[in-house]
């Protein structure tokens, strides 16, 4: 580098030993690189998900036995974000990951946009090609920033290395706090080699740049507790924010409901917040969700929407959507009251801060009786729509998915497992039939629906939770989506477990075009498939093939017995279908249940629905 | 198939913003990714150090898109207000337009005649032409450059809408 050397290893040591305290870290001696991994073990940061690369080799070199973070190296980038969202959900704690500039920025970009979906906690650093070459199309070049602009909560390129230390200090604070999200750090080469003479503060200390509000004012506390109050058919609706709010939030939705005793159901993301176990728990809402819960949507006079965002999963067709309820929206983000659906009462706040006022102001209050309430709700119930056919048609032998996620359920429910999911009609499954008792076991990508998702995040989880059984439930297509990241369990003795409910088809796609497309198979079948039992032992792990139900438990108690990673592929009946649905454009009150007709077509208008 | 089309009605916003590299590209790519419209924007710093400038953006939705598009705006973290002026109340808006007319003989004295009546500048001549610098409510810029276009119109710059709240108090 002309500008900026580097300042020597001995100069460096000598350093060090003259300055035996921590804070000579903080002198003005040091490279960008060596700021920036300084900023990440002051942030508290224990992994590092990441893949080197020429822009960041001089992060890779302060990295070289510094032992006060652990680099997990990743196989692809997009396994490194999603492993970091992974550690992020099953923490509470930021996923920070660290790739090279071009298309290890790119690759990035998936996991990126899913954390910014689904509001997980992660700071990105980039590499960047050095600042002389930005915008001359250098080898490798990519306009990171340009590129994350609309996936990342913020971003920023530090062409500076003063700014290094407080972009990081913000950049942390932004992805942890208010609505949580990606925060992307773009850094060129030379100002990772550059030493800075001077620091400059951090913006943050003007109030009015970032500052969520995290209490509610008073007097919506008020009416909030007056509405419920005066309910004859309250639902609690709570989302992936609860969770995202920590485990005080939790324990604060569960109290509130204890007192008011008001139905909860909840969205994909925010599973795990009220105990599945729970007389008063509906299940999940929306296209996949339970006749009770959507039901009790419909009918409800007070619905409390905590820490959720009215996705079109959710609601179902809008003008249908809850018409006879008042709403009560609750979150720290004011864009989403009243985004789709429109409330009576928006509340902006912290879910923990605003659940935790609405427990004070309700004080002694006795609730109406919700008697009545409670028996429309049992008879929903009597429905049992999650009754899947015990034989499948084609198949009268194969292995029911659900019930192999059951079985999965029974067999390791009492070692309150981490489930991770991929994307499609096994994550549905999982959602349905696993059941959680507390946050942080469910890891899924909801918003964005990322297939690929599930093992990286199993690697991230079961390293935030090292003493933990963690299983990633997935489908034969989307395993393959990142599949080299067995190689990292491999290297991390991570003994995380794959459970993959193979009908060799595409599953979900599958279902529409069931629905939709008269059956008309197009693309969706897992053709060439791998021998999963012998990948599996390819890279060290232990493999299993479940193809008969008289196996199902054995092969599990196989799984959990084992030390070390495993995939299990159970082969399962490749018609099953995930029901209830309420298909594109239709209202809750028009679901499909196990036992309907659905095969055939649809109009365009429902077409056109995602 | 259809695709619907709402009903817009117009909205003058000011947004205040942190005077950082990519902020504009933040916005306008916020209105393109949400499918917001921008009728005009304006922008440049206003503070002594040039660490703060301000934004105003025309728009057009019903009224709960200009409601999301606040919401939206407001959450970018180098934003630090939105005020939306058509709803706080009476204010004012102006725009800044230059305007290049050509022509000799009667043209030429009836287009300086109308400039007069609309209080337009000369800021620049020759033996054949004008610049004319117009401030004003848009719709008489609009006039103007309408009457222009009968009286030898060469081109058009405008600067787009600046908004401000009447009376004492700052938005």
Redesign the interface.
């Known amino acids: 580098m002309q500008t900026a050397p580097e300042p020597s290893k001995t100069e460096k040591e000598e350093h060090v030993s003259d300055h035996p305290h921590p804070d000579h870290l903080k002198t003005d001696q040091q490279s960008g690189a060596a700021i920036l991994t300084q900023c990440l073990v002051d942030q508290g940061v224990e992994f590092v998900f990441g893949y080197p690369g020429g822009a960041v080799l001089p992060i890779y070199d302060e990295l070289f036995g510094d032992e006060r973070l652990r680099h997990i190296l990743v196989r692809h980038e997009a396994g490194a974000a999603h492993a970091a969202e992974g550690y992020a959900r099953a923490t509470g704690k930021p996923g920070v990951v660290l790739v090279t500039s071009g298309p290890g920025a790119t690759n990035a970009v998936t996991g990126i946009a899913d954390a910014y979906m689904d509001s997980i906690p992660m700071v990105v650093i980039t590499g960047q090609v050095p600042t002389g070459l930005i915008g001359t199309d250098a080898f490798q070049e990519a306009d990171t920033v340009g590129i994350t602009r609309h996936c990342t909560k913020h971003n920023y390129l530090v062409k500076d290395p003063a700014e290094l230390q407080s972009v990081l200090e913000e950049a942390f604070r932004i992805a942890t706090t208010g609505r949580p999200g990606p925060v992307v750090v773009d850094i060129p080469k030379d100002v990772q080699i550059a030493v800075p003479s001077r620091r400059v503060a951090a913006k943050l200390t003007a109030s009015h740049r970032y500052a969520p509000q995290m209490a509610a004012p008073a007097e919506q506390v008020i009416e909030a507790v007056e509405m419920i109050a005066a309910a004859e058919r309250p639902v609690f609706y709570t989302g992936g924010g609860v969770i995202n709010s920590g485990p005080e939030a939790t324990r604060l939705l569960r109290q509130l409901q204890d007192i008011t005793g008001a139905p909860v159901t909840s969205t994909l993301m925010g599973l795990g917040a009220f105990p599945s176990e729970h007389p008063d728990w509906l299940g999940m809402l929306g296209m996949h969700g339970t006749y009770e819960a959507n039901l009790a949507m419909n009918k409800a006079d007070v619905m409390v929407c905590i820490g959720a965002r009215f996705d079109d999963r959710v609601t179902g067709r809008l003008d249908a959507f809850s018409p006879d309820s008042k709403k009560i929206h609750i979150d720290i983000d004011r864009s989403s009251i009243n985004k789709v659906v429109p409330v009576e009462l928006g509340i902006v706040g912290d879910c923990s801060t605003v659940l935790g006022q609405m427990i004070e102001s309700w004080g002694a209050r006795k609730p109406q009786d919700l008697g009545e309430w409670k028996a429309r709700i049992a008879g929903w119930r009597a429905r049992e729509c999650l009754a899947y056919p015990e034989k499948s048609a084609k198949d009268p032998s194969a292995i029911m998915p659900q019930k192999a996620v059951e079985r999965l359920r029974a067999l390791t429910h009492k070692r309150d497992p981490i489930i991770t999911t991929e994307v499609g009609q096994h994550q549905m499954w999982a959602a349905q039939y696993f059941g959680f008792e507390q946050p942080n076991k469910w890891l899924t990508s909801g918003g964005l629906g990322t297939m690929g998702y599930g093992m990286p995040a199993a690697i991230g989880a079961q390293l935030g939770c090292p003493d933990a059984l963690v299983i990633d439930i997935a489908g034969e297509a989307s395993i393959q989506m990142n599949i080299q990241e067995l190689g990292t369990a491999s290297q991390y003795r991570l003994p995380v477990k794959i459970f993959i409910l193979n009908n060799e088809y595409m599953g979900m796609v599958r279902q529409w075009q069931e629905l939709t497309y008269e059956s008309r198979y197009s693309n969706s079948y897992s053709d060439s498939l791998p021998d999963f039992v012998k990948l599996a032992e390819a890279y060290g792990w232990t493999g299993i093939r479940i193809t008969e139900e008289s196996e199902l438990d054995a092969g599990i108690e196989a799984m959990l017995a084992a030390d070390g990673p495993v995939i299990v592929d159970c082969m399962v009946a490749k018609d099953a279908n995930c029901l209830p649905m309420i298909p594109s454009g239709a209202a809750h009150t028009e679901m499909l249940l196990y036992g309907d007709a659905h095969e055939g077509t649809m109009d365009d208008e429902a077409k056109a629905l995602v | 198939?259809k695709i619907a089309h709402d009903n817009a009605e117009r909205h003058v916003l000011t947004v205040t913003v942190?005077n950082e590299?990519?902020i504009l590209?933040?916005i306008t790519?916020?209105f393109t990714?949400r499918g917001y419209n921008i009728d005009s924007l304006t922008v440049a710093d206003i503070s002594a150090d040039h660490a703060i400038s301000r934004i105003t953006i025309v728009t057009g939705g019903p009224p709960?898109v200009i409601?999301?598009i606040e919401?939206?705006l407001?959450?970018?973290?180098?934003v630090?207000?939105v005020v939306d002026l058509t709803t706080a109340g009476p204010h004012v808006e102006r725009e800044l337009a230059l305007i290049k007319v050509t022509g000799t003989g009667e043209a030429r004295v009836e287009a300086l005649r109308v400039a007069d009546i609309f209080r337009a500048s000369v800021v620049d001549t020759t033996t054949e032409s004008f610049v004319f610098e117009l401030t004003g409510a848009p719709d008489k810029i609009n006039s103007f450059v309408a009457l222009m276009r009968e009286l030898g119109l060469v081109e058009v710059g405008r600067s787009g809408i600046v908004g401000m709240l009447r009376g004492a108090e700052g938005s």
């Open positions: 198939m942190d590299p990519g590209a933040k790519g916020l990714a709960q409601d999301q919401a939206q407001d959450r970018l973290v180098p630090h207000g």
